[in-house]
């Protein structure tokens, strides 16, 4: 009859009996220790009993296992009217004998102590209870009020002692819940009798803005999230939000699907988005991201997906006007069940219970894509240490359904100077894909720009498009890239003019230079040649006064020996 | 006050079990209602392990626990009643002085 959710770890774990609580069990594995007793603590007012109440009440209905509810500070008909305010019918359940509601009632002045007792009366009343309809589950609601109603804290430790043994020995999974303590996680330490699981409870007001946290403190023999969790109290009981982030094992999608507007995706790579990717448009006021974020509606519902809208600045009356002012028409849309807005004021909840909100509606609408504008009113200040792993765990839940997101971040500035990467530093690293946009100001007007920042796994553009908003609808249009910096809007056309000119100028210019280079060339040739001759006529007046010189060695011998020869020739025996 | 509510005490004891502190309970019980309220009171055991769910409908957490159920208001006792003071401070009545 038990359903154990499954449990990531391979190993075989500790049994567990599921809370069927939104989040809850995710973050413990699969639930509470089966057939153990877990501590419920914190201060008043932050979810104690509705938790307990939903553990009971989920085990009753979902798990099949009927439950006792033992309560010491309220009585029966307020926890009944409590309950049906989570949409739990509590009279209901105990006339099918899957509950009891049993209300102990304990006033210190009506009780006078007079020598030995002990609580064997509760054990008799709760073991009549558990048996009259099979109990596997058992809530008590707070134990601690006995501390208040029974002067005798000695026995009261010892019984509560016996009582969390026997109740073990039952193999009872049992809720305790506690008041919070100055010094002690308990007011009367009542974590000394409950060792195998404790869960703290928290409120805290930031900002104004109250946030209600969990954390599983301690759970022996079971790997657990150790950090906080936001919790809301909604209209379909506790959702906790989910630790998906534990793991980070979301299957990775290779279909595209398209921004709605074509040039876009062509920036994209061309096929546009991942399913079940995160994109970010960020960008001051007024610089066109709603709209993005209307187009890409647009697209998916005409591909027939169902598109959700997170919208924190505009109703949803102002947001079908305002976009069908540029040509998307998402009223048909919303009439056909596609679409869904759901408008609310940001600082109607701190982030986290916004997150879990979305997180709900998600669940019930299961949307194809989601867009959320703008993200940056629940970030308002807030510190980032707070928002990133908040914002991560909605991306990892929306990325687990495949859920394709656009997020809208509204950033402060705008100017030029500085860098994008630095407006965003929270949230840019879970996003797959990074959309800016800039206003340009320059020349007397304001024109839009767009560039891909980053796009996680496809080859993206690298250039800066302008946006225009018109009546028939989005498009992106080529900028000018001038010398010094991008031109849009008429500057735009002006500038082409302009260099348009200015081209024709240097294509002058050039003939000049040419014409110049030809003439220089001649004259260069002339004076080689020039030089040709005179080299020419130098050799051939150092060829003559060679011969000369051998002519003149030559007459000299032929001199010589005709004086010899005159002389006598005997000596010149040799000319023979 | 005796004089002024001649109405019996109506005493319920309840037990759980034949334990030492529950017969030393009914014996302690015994002993000052006959010293105290002889020929007014009628004393119930209710023995919790028999009737467990009389438990839940009395508000009996404690036991052994002494309920006055008449006179109104009702009252509750716990422990053995061997402190006998308390006992009739418990029971709205004046301690004979001797």
Not at chain 2, 78 to 91: A, M, P, T, W, Y
């Amino acid at each position: 009859m038990k359903k154990t959710v499954p449990v990531p770890a391979t190993r075989v774990s500790l049994a567990k009996a599921p809370t069927g609580i939104q989040g809850l069990d995710e973050l413990t594995g699969g639930g509470l220790p089966a057939g153990r007793p877990t501590l419920v603590c914190g201060s008043a007012g932050c979810g104690k009993t509705m938790l307990a109440m939903e553990f009971l009440v989920r085990g009753a209905t979902q798990y099949g296992e009927p439950g006792v509810f033992m309560m010491f500070e309220e009585n029966a008909q307020e926890l009944t009217a409590n309950a049906r305010s989570m949409g739990f019918d509590l009279d209901q359940l105990a006339a099918r004998k899957k509950i009891v509601l049993d209300y102990v009632h304990i006033e210190r002045s009506e009780i006078e102590e007079t020598g030995e007792y002990d609580l064997e009366g509760l054990f008799i009343r709760l073991g009549h209870a558990i048996d009259s309809i099979g109990a596997k589950r058992v809530v008590l609601d707070t134990v601690e009020a006995l501390f208040a109603g029974l002067p005798n804290h000695a026995i009261l430790r010892a019984e509560l002692r016996r009582l969390f043994r026997w109740l073990k020995d039952r193999g009872i999974t049992a809720i305790i819940t506690g008041e919070k303590g100055e010094a002690t996680i308990t007011r009367y330490g009542l974590e000394e009798y409950v060792a195998d699981c404790v869960i703290t409870l928290d409120q805290r007001v930031h900002e104004q803005i109250s946030t209600r946290r969990l954390r599983v403190l301690k759970y022996r023999g079971s790997a657990h999230g150790t950090n906080e969790y936001p919790f809301l109290i909604g209209e379909r009981g506790l959702s906790v939000l989910p630790v998906t982030s534990l793991r980070l094992d979301h299957a990775a999608s290779a279909e595209r699907i398209s921004m709605g507007i074509p040039r876009l995706d062509e920036m994209l790579g061309g096929k546009g988005v991942y399913r079940g990717s995160s994109v970010l448009v960020s960008g001051s006021a007024g610089t066109g991201k709603s709209s993005i974020g209307a187009a890409f509606i647009d697209a998916a519902c005409q591909r027939g997906e169902r598109a959700l809208l997170l919208a924190y600045e505009e109703s949803s009356a102002q947001v079908l006007r305002n976009m069908s002012s540029i040509g998307i028409h998402l009223e048909q849309w919303v009439k056909m069940g596609l679409l869904q807005i759901h408008a609310s004021r940001p600082t109607l909840h701190g982030m986290e219970q916004h997150l879990v909100m979305m997180h709900d509606i998600v669940r019930a609408f299961n949307p194809g894509v989601v867009v959320v504008d703008p993200i940056s009113n629940l970030t308002l200040d807030r510190n980032e240490a707070e928002v990133k792993p908040t914002l991560m765990r909605l991306i990892d839940f929306l990325k687990q359904q495949q859920i394709t997101t656009v997020f809208t971040s509204l950033t402060t500035g705008g100017s030029s100077t500085d860098a994008p990467e630095d407006s965003q530093v929270g949230v840019s690293s879970l996003m797959d894909t990074w959309l800016e946009l800039r206003n340009v100001e320059f020349n007397g007007e304001r024109n839009r720009t767009i560039y891909v920042l980053k796009s996680r796994g496809m080859a993206h553009s690298n250039q800066v498009r302008e946006f225009v908003l018109s009546d028939p609808g989005i498009d992106l249009v080529d900028v000018y890239l001038g010398t010094e910096r991008v031109y849009t809007g008429t500057a735009r056309a002006a500038q082409e003019a302009q260099e348009r000119l200015a081209a024709e100028l240097r294509q002058q210019d050039h003939e000049r230079k040419l014409r110049q280079l030809a003439g220089k060339r001649k004259a260069i040739e002339a004076q080689i040649a020039a030089l040709h001759a005179e080299a020419e006529t130098e050799e051939a007046e150092v060829k003559f006064a060679i011969a000369q010189e051998t002519n003149q060695v030559k007459a000299s011998r032929q001199n010589a020996e005709a004086i010899a020869h005159l002389r006598g020739g005997a000596t010149s025996g040799k000319s023979k | 006050m005796k004089d002024k509510q001649p109405a019996t005490f109506e005493l319920r004891l309840y037990v759980a079990g034949q334990t030492s502190k529950s017969l030393a309970a009914f014996a302690n019980l015994k002993r000052i209602c006959e010293s105290h309220l002889a020929g007014q009171y009628r004393i119930e055991v209710i023995d919790l392990l028999k009737n467990p769910q009389l438990a839940a409908g009395d508000q009996i957490l404690a036991v052994p626990t002494l309920v006055r159920r008449l006179p109104e208001p009702i009252k509750n006792i716990i422990g053995d009643l061997s402190n006998e003071q308390r006992v009739l401070v418990g029971l709205d009545l004046q301690p004979v002085k001797l």
